[in-house]
């Protein structure tokens, strides 16, 4: 059985959405054959090539002062760390994740992505890193395990897994995905938003069943929209 995940970078119920899905995948018992492919959506893909700071970007886009959007990500933090992920609320940046997609599929060339994957929402939410940065991004590539020249060499060509990029995407308008994380099974079965890990399991014994997947315990989970905002929870 396939699972594909369209997700990006930036979005923080992403972030928590895998761990939740990892951990419901942990309890479904044929979880060694399912097959688990990541694909790319961008939130703004108008969004600038140099980075800003994120509660910049929050405040002004919600019209809220830098205080309140600090405790907006509070709120998801609480739930991140609930879920054992560190998160910083504090010193993180935002923009353009097009060349972070691009050498997730450079990655994923080789056998990486996950792990490369794993790296980047690490140094996101929880590090003092920019993955916006390129020297960054090509060590986390490093770390991945992949090559430091050839990463550099990605980079460098704005066109090196362009066409991947914008198929994930053209795809996620096809199956209706306007928010993210988006999962599908099978392409029978949809499931969107960070779910808790149970629906994620009970998704899976359906899908593996061939039913009709049951609606989630809430009708839709915590998702971030293509504008970049994201839901958070209220107190």
Not at 32 to 48: G, K, M, T, W, Y
Not at 72 to 79: D, F, K, L, P
């Amino acid at each position: 059985m396939r699972v594909e995940i369209w997700s990006d970078i930036t979005c923080p119920w992403c972030y928590i959405g895998k761990a939740r899905f990892e951990q419901g995948l942990a309890a479904f018992a044929h979880r060694e054959e399912v097959e688990i492919v990541h694909r790319s959506f961008e939130l703004d893909p108008n969004a600038p090539k140099e980075a800003v700071p994120t509660l910049e970007m929050l405040a002004r886009k919600f019209g809220r002062t830098l205080e309140e959007a600090r405790a907006m990500q509070e709120h998801v933090a609480g739930t991140a760390r609930a879920e054992g992920l560190e998160y910083r609320t504090e010193g993180r940046v935002n923009g353009s994740t097009f060349d972070i997609h691009r050498m997730l599929h450079f990655a994923a060339a080789h056998g990486r992505r996950d792990a490369l994957l794993d790296l980047a929402y690490r140094a996101n939410f929880a590090e003092e890193r920019s993955v916006f940065d390129d020297d960054t991004l090509v060590a986390l590539a490093v770390e991945a395990g992949l090559d430091e020249a050839a990463a550099r060499a990605v980079l460098a060509d704005g066109e090196a897994y362009a066409a991947e990029v914008r198929a994930d995407e053209r795809e996620a308008a096809e199956l209706g995905a306007n928010a993210v994380p988006f999962f599908v099974l099978d392409r029978r079965y949809g499931i969107s938003g960070g779910q808790p890990a149970e629906v994620f399991t009970q998704a899976l014994e359906q899908a593996w069943q061939g039913r009709q997947v049951l609606a989630p315990a809430a009708p839709e989970g915590e998702v971030c929209e293509p504008d970049g905002t994201c839901a958070v929870p209220q107190s």
